[in-house]
Each structure stands twice: as C-alpha cells, then as structure tokens.
C-alpha cells in the first residue's frame, strides 16, 4: 500500500501527465487511434516496455486503455515515469487522449460485518482477491466487486450500489447527463468528492471525482 506513489502520481497528473487519471482502480488513460490496427501497434509499442509488464491493456476497436495497476493502492513512484513513457509513445503513434471516457464501475456490496460473504462473491464470479475487501475480473474486464462494511445498528436499506469514478473534469458533466436522464441526487453532502444518485425505482449509484480531483483534502 502506498499513499506516496498515489499522491506522487495525483502530483504529475496536475502537471505534465494530462493524459492520465486516478480511478478507484489506480491510474488509467484511453487514446484514441484511426483504427483498431493502430491501437494493436500502440499497444505493442507499450508492452515493449519492461515496467509495462503488469499493465493492462484493453483494445476496443480504435481505442486502446492503459491501466498501470489494478488497485488504487497498488502505485508506486516509479509508475510516474512509466505513465511519461507511455504517453511519448502515444505521441509517436498520432494517437490523442481521451479523459472523458476513461472511467472504472465498480459494485459495492453492504453487509453487515458478521455477513460479509466476500468468498462466496470471488467463487461465483470467478474473480481474485486483489486487496482485503474485494474481488476483481483477472482478465481486467468486468468491474471490481468489494464489500462496503456497514455498521451492526443500521438498518440495511439497499444492499448494492454501483460506483463510477471519473476524471475529476468530467464529473461535473457525468453528472449533469444522469440528472437530464431522469436520475435524482439523494445525497450530496460528500460532494465533490462524490454524489449519490438514484434511479426512479430508487437503485443508487455513486459518481466520483475522488480519488482523481479531490484526494488529498481527504487523507
């Protein structure tokens, strides 16, 4: 676990990683290439890096993903200068960044300290453990499941909810298109950090800036 390597990185991203952004699952960036022949050769430019090996890398036709981790806590220092290797390359394939679609989804399971069933998620889906109180896709596609403890005197009123973390610059946008599309805010009061929101059937789903916009004023 490293708060440094987390806020070294939040550090760059301010000022010459533009490229890049911190989602719950650590940092991510998605170019845009002319066709998905460009981004298989962006792609493999990238996977020639050594530092790169345990990078993931997700081509979805003319775009190409790059996540450096796969858990927020899991950077470290050295991932800043991999992440300015990454986007000179990018640079060299033409390619151009794209913050507003780079995003994680995760789901959150409520439970009750003495029900948390984490095991039984990570069987059913087939997923791994990647930190204590989660469960993640090992081919880094489906979203990252983790377990939301709630305290033992509160009543358990919705059981999931989605969480989706944003570039901190585009979460204003992801949540105006959610309001516009009949959704509702039940709860601001994190605000920016995140926002809750609700469908008209009441399933809630959280849009975050944290941890890319607003980490530090909350350490």
């Given at each position: 676990?490293?708060?440094?390597?987390?806020?070294?990185?939040?550090?760059?991203?301010?000022?010459?990683?533009?490229?890049?952004?911190?989602?719950?699952?650590?940092?991510?960036?998605?170019?845009?290439?002319?066709?998905?022949?460009?981004?298989?050769?962006?792609?493999?430019?990238i996977a020639a890096l050594p530092a790169a090996a345990d990078?993931?890398?997700?081509?979805?036709?003319?775009?190409?993903?790059?996540?450096?981790?796969?858990?927020?806590?899991?950077?470290?220092?050295?991932?800043?200068?991999?992440?300015?290797?990454i986007t000179q390359i990018?640079?060299?394939?033409?390619?151009?960044?794209?913050?507003?679609?780079?995003?994680?989804?995760q789901l959150a399971i409520a439970a009750k300290p003495e029900t948390i069933h984490l095991d039984f998620w990570r069987a059913v889906l087939g997923y791994a453990p990647m930190a204590p109180d989660n469960a993640v896709d090992p081919l880094g596609h489906g979203s990252t499941v983790w377990?939301?403890?709630?305290?033992?005197?509160?009543?358990?009123?919705?059981?999931?909810?989605i969480d989706v973390s944003v570039a901190r610059d585009q979460v204003e946008a992801r949540l105006a298109a959610a309001l516009a599309a009949g959704g509702r805010i039940v709860d601001e009061s994190h605000a920016p950090n995140h926002w809750t929101l609700s469908d008209r059937a009441g399933n809630r789903v959280c849009i975050c800036a944290w941890p890319d916009g607003v980490a530090k004023e909350f350490n």
């Open positions: 676990m490293s708060e440094q390597g987390w806020n070294a990185f939040l550090d760059a991203t301010a000022a010459d990683l533009k490229d890049w952004v911190v989602l719950h699952g650590g940092a991510t960036a998605v170019y845009r290439t002319a066709s998905i022949t460009d981004a298989a050769n962006l792609a493999a430019s990078a993931i890398l997700t081509i979805a036709g003319s775009r190409l993903s790059i996540r450096l981790t796969r858990d927020l806590w899991k950077l470290e220092p050295h991932h800043v200068e991999l992440a300015r290797q990018a640079r060299t394939h033409n390619a151009q960044p794209d913050r507003a679609a780079v995003q994680e989804v377990m939301q403890e709630i305290d033992s005197a509160k009543p358990l009123r919705h059981a999931m909810h």
